[in-house]
């Protein structure tokens, strides 16, 4: 228990459909990540939200939308996905202040989203 | 941020240290060396990290040597479930948010 939760944890979806994964965080943190796995590849950062605000948007496509409402609280709003896009989905969290790089990141246990 | 090496693939006996190489040749006063390990289809877990100075915790070691070109993680006595892939990652003083960027890393199989 890292005390970063995702929902759900598996997800199967057609390419038409919209759905959503959601990540909460019980950590008190102030930044929140979306990171993308695909088989045999490296993580990928997604995206980043600091102080919920958008603070980095790694050439993602469009159909993958995040959504922060809180800095306890993140989406990803997924829509006309593509089947290379069926891949085990992290969402992380950690405490950032200015001047201190030590803080570590904290990852919840994924999403795997499969799009048929 | 500086690159990171680290072989792909490591075996060990259970109980035996295991001891997982990385190099970062490239990496600058600033930058600190992280570890994290992913246990098979769940999210990477936190190991330890360190700037310059050897650090122990209750799960690892770390050895950076003088030059910090390279690293050791040090499982001191390594169990069936340590069994994952370990990442080493250097990262540079930043501010506001962290950005971890993964590589391949090493494939520890631990067997009985």
């Known amino acids: 228990e890292t005390g970063v939760t995702q929902t759900p944890r598996h997800l199967v979806m057609g390419m038409t459909n919209k759905k959503s994964l959601k990540c909460e965080q019980h950590?008190?943190?102030?930044?929140m990540y979306w990171y993308k796995q695909s088989a045999k590849k490296p993580l990928e950062l997604m995206f980043v939200?600091?102080?919920?605000?958008?603070?980095e948007n790694n050439s993602v496509p469009s159909r993958f939308s995040p959504e922060c409402p809180n800095s306890s609280h993140l989406f990803l709003h997924l829509h006309t996905l593509q089947p290379e896009d069926s891949a085990l989905y992290l969402c992380?969290?950690?405490?950032?202040?200015?001047?201190?790089?030590?803080?570590?990141?904290?990852f919840g246990e994924g999403s795997w989203l499969t799009v048929v | 941020d500086a690159k990171t090496t680290q072989p792909p693939s490591m075996d060990c006996a259970e109980g035996r240290a295991a001891n997982l190489p990385c190099n970062h040749s490239t990496i600058s006063g600033n930058e600190y060396v992280y570890w994290y390990r992913q246990i098979h289809s769940q999210g990477p877990q936190y190991i330890i990290h360190g700037l310059k100075n050897n650090e122990t915790n209750e799960m690892a070691s770390l050895i950076i040597t003088e030059d910090r070109k390279s690293s050791t993680l040090i499982l001191p006595h390594a169990t069936l479930r340590d069994t994952a892939v370990y990442y080493c990652?250097?990262?540079?003083?930043?501010?506001?948010?962290?950005?971890?960027?993964f590589g391949t890393g090493t494939r520890l199989l631990v067997s009985p």
């Open positions: 939200y600091s102080l919920e605000e958008r603070v």
């Open positions: 992380a969290s950690s405490q950032d202040w200015e001047g201190t790089p030590g803080n570590t990141i904290y």
């Open positions: 990652i250097v990262r540079r003083m930043n501010t506001g948010f962290q950005k971890l960027v």
């Open positions: 950590l008190g943190h102030n930044a």
